[in-house]
């Protein structure tokens, strides 16, 4: 994959969290999740979309920086039946494997970063 097919807002998000995050180690990467009320466990939720957080609040995705995480997902996306939480790499690959996420591998991570230079 490249990044002129790669698209970040569907579906390979992580992906460019996980780049971001090679960079900025100190950033969290956080995720957008909503739950299925029928749901038998609170483990099972549904990632809408991956971000990273730098220590000075600002938000990142494949669209830019934003003042903050609600600027990004937006406040009123917010309520009792979604939230933000903190994601690690561990967490991102049990998504995958449970399907939630889509797979990639580090060579993807790598052209997403060479990517970087490239705007």
Partial sequence: MNN????????????MAIALNTLHPEWQ?????????EAEDDDDYRVDHVYLVAP????????????????LVGNHLIDFETQCVDLNLAD????VQRGELKPFT???VDTTIAGFGEA
């Fill in 4 to 15: 002129t097919t790669y698209n970040y807002m569907a579906g390979h998000c992580h992906v």
């Fill in 29 to 37: 990467m956080r995720a957008h999740v909503g739950w299925d009320e």
């Fill in 56 to 71: 000075d609040g600002a938000a990142y995705d494949c669209r830019g920086c934003f003042v903050s995480e609600e600027a």
């Fill in 92 to 95: 991102i690959q049990r998504l």
């Fill in 106 to 108: 580090r060579q993807d």
